[in-house]
T-cell receptor, first 114, second 112 residues
Framework: GENVEQHPSTLSVQEGDSAVIKCTYSDSASNYFPWYKQELGKRPQLIID?????GEKKDQRIAVTLNKTAKHFSLHITETQPEDSAVYFC?????????????FGKGTHLIIQP | DTAVSQTPKYLVTQMGNDKSIKCEQNLGHDTMYWYKQDSKKFLKIMFSYNNKELIINETVPNRFSPKSPDKAHLNLHINSLELGDSAVYFC???????????FGPGTRLTVL
């Protein structure tokens, strides 16, 4: 089955700086890669996703890049703000489709220092 | 107008008891899931249901059983609860494959 590795487990950045979180996956047939943000005590919320036919996607301060050859994808947050503090999860969906569910990375605790 | 809802939000019970968690989605989605988030925040798929058919069953003890009375509901039944079952359980649904999964608010289960 799919295996997703996520780094770093904790990331502390100064407010206004950029943050980058990286993930690798094992199943070359995976074709959908979402990123979720989870605040304390809340549900995971989708912030951005990318499909395997696209190399990069951007939504305001958030961008995701995908390298299918290397089987890794990254989340980039620019101009970080205090409200960006949360746990971020990357995930991958196998080509079998929804039947396999999402395989999640272990999460990155992003801390924005004022 | 909550898209994916779960009840109860909190569930505290004794070891050995049987309990259920309910999930409902009003999005008309075809596929629903149950995920478990442990104390280390690791999210792992437990089950998925597509049009009332169980598609997968991960390495989950058979004390756990999903039941779907209709397309909008996927309930989770747990028999003979154990301490290690303490976790947050999230229900989710998706409209298509592959597509966004929408999560419910979660149910925090504590087994004493």
């Amino acid at each position: 089955g799919e295996n997703v590795e996520q780094h770093p487990s904790t990331l502390s950045v100064q407010e206004g700086d950029s943050a980058v979180i990286k993930c690798t996956y094992s199943d070359s047939a995976s074709n959908y890669f979402p990123w979720y943000k989870q605040e304390l005590g809340k549900r995971p919320q989708l912030i951005i996703d990318i499909r395997s036919n696209v190399g990069e996607k951007k939504d305001q301060r958030i961008a995701v890049t995908l390298n299918k050859t290397a089987k890794h994808f990254s989340l980039h947050i620019t101009e970080t703000q205090p409200e960006d503090s949360a746990v971020y999860f990357c995930a991958a969906l196998g080509a079998g489709g929804g039947a396999d569910g999402l395989t999640f990375g272990k999460g990155t605790h992003l801390i924005i220092q004022p | 107008d909550t898209a994916v809802s779960q009840t109860p939000k909190y569930l505290v019970t004794q070891m050995g008891n049987d309990k259920s968690i309910k999930c409902e989605q009003n999005l008309g989605h075809d596929t629903m899931y149950w995920y478990k988030q442990d104390s280390k925040k690791f999210l792992k798929i437990m089950f998925s249901y597509n049009n009332k058919e169980l598609i997968i069953n991960e390495t989950v003890p058979n004390r756990f059983s999903p039941k779907s009375p209709d397309k909008a509901h996927l309930n989770l039944h747990i028999n003979s609860l154990e301490l290690g079952d303490s976790a947050v359980y999230f229900c989710a649904s998706t409209p298509g494959l592959p597509d966004t999964q929408y999560f419910g608010p979660g149910t925090r289960l504590t087994v004493l």
